[in-house]
């Protein structure tokens, strides 16, 4: 019977060296591959972030301009309470006219 397959040394040079080594290698590529993908996900933010960010400023640009000012809401209340205070008149005199 060969002891060959008993000694340590033997066993850790055709076996647990190779093994470790594989393991070492696919550790590696996993953290390669997390790599290129947090990358590419950190990428992807920031582009998301910077449309965000546009529409944003161009949303604000157009409330900006389709803001209605106090002085042109003091114009229309003006204007409307001009037009119903003639309603009223036409109304009163409609009604003075009938009794």
Known sequence: MDHAFLDPGWWVTAIELPALGAMALLLW?????????????????????????????AYKLEVAKSYATTGYLKDVERRLTEHLVRIEAKLDAVQTGQR
């Open 29 to 57: 590529r996993a953290r390669q591959e997390w790599d290129s993908r947090i990358d590419e996900l950190e990428r992807r933010f920031d582009l998301g972030l910077g449309q965000m960010r546009e529409a944003l400023a």
